[in-house]
């Protein structure tokens, strides 16, 4: 996918590359579907019938209805709607709501902007193995708890949770409360819920540009007969749910995305498990290297430190010098010490020094050597470095 040789891009829980074939039915759908689908001629019938058509597709990928999905603008957006919806929506009886410690910002925010409205927010942090003690989680559900929030496979570990399992769990203490899944980084990277499973979760959060589509896209799955207070207004577009006239062609874009990856999940992620192992391997012999990720994190995701090397800045900003690229973890925290590492309780030794390799499709091999070579590189030029210093 990466058509350039000389350059190594490992950091696909960041973003991915737009696929070629996604920018084509996007350009197509923006010079075919021009027309406002809420419009009453012709021309906006034809974008109606191309945004339902991207729905129908979208759920299906899902396990849902078309009625159950909202285009978004991004995970982000889905997430702030989700929880400040259903939250409001809960305020006449709930006063407490439960999360993981280690959700993405666009779920922690929101949750303490909740508390600082009165909100009881209980954050259930992961273990130093970074997997979540989800008994733990379900242990804090009572009949006051009016959301619970938890996401589906961390975006800095690639730790994965029994989303299914909880989302029972929660039901089963308390039928009122609502279960939200930040689904973002396990969406057609891990199967499908089961239809179970969904009549469980109340709503689930996805972006495009995780899965090689545009920035600026999104969707949320709303389970059918979910109470929820949307917190904009507007007109009646997306249910009702999320005002503003449809972005048809990203939403085509994003469905297409969607169904080019669907039926390969599980070849996928072999690949991935193979550049995984070779990682794994490749790291065992430079000094310092630990793993942080899980044992059973996805394949996709391996966040590791090199304890006593550079810093994380440093050594991201060496290895762009021979054309690799991976990131110090989540890309919305801008440099800023990781949140999951953070909560797992890691020493600032290894928190200091961490890296995100995020793997795609279109990776190989050879991006795993190279940025293999560039860290033995990036560890021997900073002794020289400190020799140099000391002398």
Known sequence: ??????????????????????????????????????????????SEQALAAARAALAKTLGCTAGEVVFTGCGSEGNNLALLGLAAARKSWGRKIVASGYEHPSVARPLERLAGEGWQVEFVPPGPDGRLPLAELLNRVDKATALVACMQVNNETGAQNDVAALAAGVKAANSRTAVHIDGVQGWLRLPALPQKALGCIDSYTVSGHKIHAPKGVGALYLRRGCHILPPYLGGGQEHGIRPGTENTPYAAGIAAAAKRLA?????????????????????????????????????????FSLEGGPRSETMLHFLETRGVYVSSGSACSRGAASHTLLAMGLPASRIDTALRVSFCAGNTAADVDALLEGLEAGLKSLRANRGRHKG
């Open 263 to 303: 039926g390969s999940i599980p070849a996928r992620a072999a690949a991935a498990a193979e550049l995984n192992a070779r990682l794994r391997a490749g790291l065992a012999s430079l000094p310092g290297a630990v793993l942080n990720s899980p044992e059973d994190a996805i394949p996709q995701l391996l966040n």
């Open 1 to 46: 996918m990466l058509h350039d040789p000389s350059l190594h891009y490992l950091d696909n829980a960041a973003t991915t590359l737009v696929a070629p074939e996604v920018a084509d039915t996007i350009r197509a759908a923006m010079a075919e579907h021009w027309a406002n689908p809420s419009a009453l001629y012709a021309p906006a019938a034809a």
